[in-house]
């Protein structure tokens, strides 16, 4: 597509359900990128896919957030279990990967803003 | 431990005037560096990157100094102009280290005054 789309943009759940969040990048990128956003932060990195491989997942706050990337293009991230505390604006972004050398631009998508209850 | 630091959480500026920006960085690895302006609601948009191999990059009104020495580098923006009101943060990644992997500053909200 165009742009990178995420779905939902909000949602609204409770305490102890279970939440998927959907991102579809731009075609053809192969980097894949989940950043949270709390209010009055900057953007935390959660982990980023090259192709359908989790590249870096250090930043996955514990064992109730997962993400996959099953095709190499939308991705999915998990998160069970939720509680107050996910509560944020998870972004996903896609980009083209240069090598060390060239340009790597992040296209960050509008967010999904979670709410728990 | 934050390694990307905007220690100016917001900033206020006249119209037609310069902003400059700025951000500190921990990581000696970090060689690569991206700017985002957000607006509410909407995702980060790029506006310009810098490459540890240089020391200034320019793309219109919007100049990124690199100081690696002082591990330092400041977003300039000339003129300023109201439309440029946003939160605006920096990014770094450590690429010649194999990763892709971009931390994000806290932000600074930027005000331009008409």
């Known amino acids: 597509g165009a742009g990178v789309s995420q779905t939902p943009s909000n949602k609204v759940t409770e305490k102890g359900k279970y939440v998927e969040l959907r991102c579809d990048p731009i075609?053809?990128?192969?980097?894949l990128y989940w950043y949270r956003q709390s209010l009055g932060q900057g953007p935390e990195f959660l982990i980023y896919f090259q192709g359908t491989g989790a590249a870096d997942d250090s930043g996955l706050p514990n064992d109730r957030f997962f993400a996959v990337r099953p095709e190499g293009s939308v991705s999915t991230l998990k998160i069970q279990r939720t509680e107050r505390g996910d509560s944020a604006v998870y972004l996903c972004a896609s980009s083209q990967i240069a090598g060390p050398s060239g340009a790597n631009v992040l296209t960050f998508g509008a967010g999904s803003r979670l709410t728990v209850l | 431990d934050q390694q990307v630091k905007q220690n100016s959480p917001s900033l206020s500026v006249q119209e037609g005037r310069i902003s400059i920006l700025n951000c500190d960085y921990t990581n000696s690895m970090f060689d690569y560096f991206l700017w985002y302006k957000k607006y509410p609601a909407e995702g980060p948009t790029f506006l310009i990157s810098?490459?540890?191999?240089?020391d200034k990059n320019e793309d219109g009104r919007f100049t990124v100094f690199l100081n690696k020495s002082a591990k330092h580098l400041s977003l300039h923006i000339v003129p300023s102009q109201p439309g440029d009101s946003a939160v605006y943060f920096c990014a770094a990644s450590a690429r010649t280290s194999g990763t892709y992997k971009y931390i994000f500053g806290t932000g600074t909200r930027l005000k331009v005054l008409a």
């Open positions: 075609s053809g990128h192969t980097a």
């Open positions: 810098i490459s540890s191999i240089k």
